[in-house]
């Protein structure tokens, strides 16, 4: 059977390691909750997930990106008006969609994309017996803020028409957004939680992007922060495009006595800017651009400070490793809420950039030895939930067209036995429905 996973990639690393992590565990547990080989397409646009490898069987389809500006999106690089590039996309993906014939459809977060580019796509993989799904954060935003989102494509009714689940990656006693009015009633009816995409992630490879160092110094640094040699503690700032306040007090941030602090920016921080807290930084702190293996680092670290994106949390969460969350400010309320309810459920501590400087995270580094986390009242199994859900919703479907086959096998009526002598008999344009369907 064939998998598409969409998402539409505008900002940040977060949308494509979230359908990443779910492409490995539908590969891993499909196939025998099934019976049938499965394989599959993730349809992004940052060049930037091509770093990332995927299971045996499926591929990366990376489309022209687009980029956030005042008043939506445009063209990330291609010379073209963002109608042009959205006629592009729109078109791209209902090819790939109509060669490929999947039997599920995940879109993420985005119903119809970037100005309603999957919208024709969408009906056009139901119309061939395609079960979709939309998949969306725990946290979404400010209730009046969403309910401005779902206007904008059609009304929450119309997203409802236009897929079969909604699927919630989050523990609803932490947070859950069907009752915040974030996900409304159309939607909430088709909704349901899977636990935090956190146990099981795949291994992301531990390749180190090599900045301006030759990627052998790089990774010798993580070596020797990681394996124990010396103890340290971990900033992580996830794709780096917006992290450089927290980065900033991070590198005048003095590790506890006998540690060394790593401190990783992320691929999508400015040159520029990276290139001046390297500068800054004291000799017991190392920075670094990005290492693919940012959970082994967590796990290893004796502490972590990092932002408050649903990837890099969900990964932090199967760890016993205490964190500080230090959520975004401004774009979205997204990140402050959810850092905010998984403190409020004692799997983090969480500070706003405002009330931090970095004396204060030189004082929470030091009050965190010895420390474990205990996360084990949280709901994390998303990773084996949604395999199942997805066997589900795929055995559904081919009941359905089992029982569209049956009904053509019913007694003829007069009119088709009177048409039994014809050249085309019964049972060669049964064969030939049962192939169509």
């Known amino acids: 059977m064939r998998i598409a996973l969409f998402s539409h990639d505008s900002l940040g690393l977060g949308h494509i390691r979230r359908n990443r992590a779910l492409a490995f565990a539908v590969a891993r547990d499909l196939p025998a909750l099934t019976g049938r080989e499965v394989s599959g397409l993730l349809i992004a646009s940052s060049p930037e997930a091509t770093r990332f490898d995927l299971p045996d069987g499926w591929d990366w389809v990376i489309l022209p990106g687009v980029t956030p500006a005042p008043g939506g999106y445009v063209p990330r690089s291609l010379a073209s008006s963002m109608q042009g590039l959205r006629a592009l996309r729109a078109a791209a993906i209902s090819a790939i969609l109509d060669q490929q014939r999947p039997e599920l459809f995940i879109v993420d977060r985005h119903p119809f994309g970037i100005g309603g580019e999957l919208a024709e796509a969408i009906d056009q993989v139901r119309g061939h017996g395609c079960r979709t799904v939309l998949g969306l954060r725990e946290v979404l935003d400010t209730p009046s803020v969403i309910a401005a989102e779902w206007e904008k494509v059609g009304g929450s009714a119309r997203v409802a028409e236009s897929f079969d689940e909604v699927w919630i990656y989050g523990d609803p006693d932490v947070y859950d ?61 996830g794709g780096g ?163 569209t086959v049956a009904d053509l096998t019913t007694e003829p009526t007069p009119a088709t036995a009177a048409t039994a002598g014809t050249t085309t008999s019964f049972p060669t344009a049964l064969e030939e429905t049962s192939h169509a369907v």
């Open 177 to 237: 957004p069907r009752s915040t009015g974030e996900v409304p009633a159309a939607l909430a009816a088709k909704a349901m939680t899977t636990g935090y995409l956190s146990q099981d992630r795949p291994d992301d490879g531990g390749v180190l992007a090599a900045g301006t160092e030759a990627a052998s110094d790089l990774t010798a640094d993580v070596e020797s922060a990681g394996t124990g040699t010396q103890p340290f503690v971990l900033t992580c700032l």
């Open 241 to 403: 495009s917006d992290g450089g306040s927290l980065a900033s007090i991070a590198v005048d941030a003095e590790p506890p006595d006998g540690h060394r602090h790593l401190v990783v920016t992320g691929p999508q921080m400015d040159t520029e800017e990276f290139e001046r807290l390297r500068a800054r930084a004291g000799a017991a702190t190392t920075v670094i651009r990005h290492c693919d293996d940012i959970p082994g680092l967590v796990a290893a670290a004796d502490a972590v400070v990092c932002m408050g994106g649903y990837n890099t949390l969900a990964e932090l969460m199967a760890t016993d490793t205490p964190a500080l969350v230090v959520p975004r400010k401004g774009h979205r309320a997204e990140q402050p809420r959810r850092a905010f309810a998984l403190a409020a459920a004692g799997a983090v501590d969480a500070l706003t950039i405002d009330n931090l400087d970095a004396d204060v995270l030189s004082e929470w580094f030091a009050g965190q030895g010895g420390r474990l986390a205990d996360r084990s009242h949280i709901d994390l199994t998303g990773l084996s939930t949604v395999p199942r859900l997805a066997a589900e919703l795929i055995a559904e479907a081919r009941s359905e067209r089992h029982a």
